[in-house]
């Protein structure tokens, strides 16, 4: 699933904790200067508003993310 980053603006994977808290991952992420997906995000690089993400996990818990 695709998604395009708005709260979690400034907040990187770590504070983030979305394994322990939804069983959601972040497979790859893609700033508003990059031309392709980056697989395997840094955990400590922040998210920037406009990134798109690509999350893997339950369809449910995806939805319910306010990314």
Same mark, same amino acid.
């Given at each position: 699933? +695709?998604?395009?980053? $708005? =709260?979690?603006?400034?907040?990187?994977?770590?504070?983030? $904790?979305?394994?322990?808290?939804?069983?959601?991952?972040? =497979?790859?992420? &893609?700033?508003?200067? $990059?031309? +392709?997906? &980056? %697989?395997? *995000?840094?955990? !400590? &690089? *922040? %998210?920037?508003?406009? !990134?798109?993400?690509?999350?893997?996990?339950? &369809? +449910? =818990?995806?939805?319910?993310?306010?990314?």
């Amino acid at each position: 699933q +695709e998604a395009t980053v $708005d =709260a979690w603006a400034g907040k990187n994977l770590i504070q983030l $904790d979305l394994r322990s808290n939804s069983g959601v991952l972040v =497979a790859a992420v &893609r700033t508003q200067s $990059d031309e +392709e997906y &980056r %697989f395997v *995000p840094e955990p !400590d &690089r *922040p %998210f920037s508003k406009g !990134d798109k993400v690509v999350l893997i996990g339950k &369809r +449910e =818990a995806i939805l319910t993310l306010k990314v």
